[in-house]
């Protein structure tokens, strides 16, 4: 979209005087954009409503695309239309800026939750034959003697639920209560009986990230949440160029340059963050279903027809390709997971 001028003659930072006929949107001699903004308000207002409104179609017709049509915000980039999206690199930032924010709202919210059932928790312990001194009906003290039951019910089955997800055999059993009671500052022994009890060897490598991991281990559970969240954040972003770079292993006959497939990454993430962005709404309605398997599947179609539109492969052979590539991806972020793991344990 054209910007509307307001031109001055002479330029006001270095008073260079425009010659008839030269361009003269921006100064050649010091760069300054030859623009009047000593005007009324209601000009500024309607120069930002302008642009806001062409900035909001070029919104909407990004994310339209980005949702509906794999591959084609990339193909639309390689050919040079670019004027009518939104810059890859902007969408991204502002994507991920939602989802990370939604994400700790919720985290937030599943806290306060745990809180309340605390409290509840505390009230239940006691004595709770207080409610027949309530000057309250038979209707009212059965209503919260069951909302309490519910409660402890619940909590009851969360409790089995972690039980059951921490035990695993014995011969690979690793004990995180005990990894709670060792201090920070445990002698050599204690770090390498818990890493020899992880199934591992004791090394440089492993003593620091299991010292690390005792650390992270006793976080207040806020803490510790917002820890993973920002180091998955930067993990995101360190893999995004990686896949790109897979892509181009897996397509070299292709021939394309490594930007296309990084303006691919790019899109393909962008995607992913927007359907999570879609799923934790939904999940927030209370909806009946668990909707997640069908929105993992959704992002492997949406990445198989992704690959076909851009790299025009048969069938067959892009559905072979994103197998090999999705591999390869799991492999190479499970390993930079843990080395950035293994990293933050030095500092």
Known sequence: MAKHRR???????????????????????CGQENHDLNVPFKHVALEVLEGTIHYDTKFWTTIKYLLFYPGKLTNEF??????????????????NFVFFFLLSMRVGHVSSEKANRSIAQQVSSTDMSFMEDLSLSKL??????????????????????????????KSDSFDLERMGAVSDFAPQASIDSLIRDAGLSP???????????VQIVKLPQEQLITKLLKYWSVLMFVLMPIFALLT?????????????HLMFSIHLHC?????????????????????????NLLVAV????????????????????????VFLYCIVGLFTGLLGLGVSAMF
């Open 140 to 169: 009212q003290r059965d209503s919260i003697l069951a909302e309490v039951r519910e409660v402890q019910r619940a909590d009851s089955l969360a409790k089995l639920n972690k039980k059951a997800t921490v035990k695993v055999k």
């Open 302 to 325: 949406y990445l198989f027809l992704g690959l076909k539109r851009v790299f025009h492969r048969s069938y067959l052979r892009t559905f072979f390709n994103m197998f090999v590539l």
């Open 78 to 95: 390689h050919r040079g239309r670019r004027m009518d999206y939104v810059p890859p690199i902007r969408l991204y930032v502002f994507i």
């Open 248 to 260: 181009k292993l897996v397509f070299l006959k292709a021939r394309r340059y490594y930007m296309e």
């Open 271 to 295: 995607f992913v963050f927007l359907l999570f962005i879609i799923y934790m709404i939904i999940e927030n309605l209370h909806f009946a279903y668990d909707l997640l398997p069908w929105f």
């Open 203 to 213: 090394n440089w490598y492993t003593r620091s990230a299991m010292r690390k991991a």
């Open 7 to 29: 031109k001055y003659p002479v330029c006001t930072n270095c008073n260079y005087a425009f010659q008839e006929g030269e361009p003269d949107n921006f100064c050649p001699k």
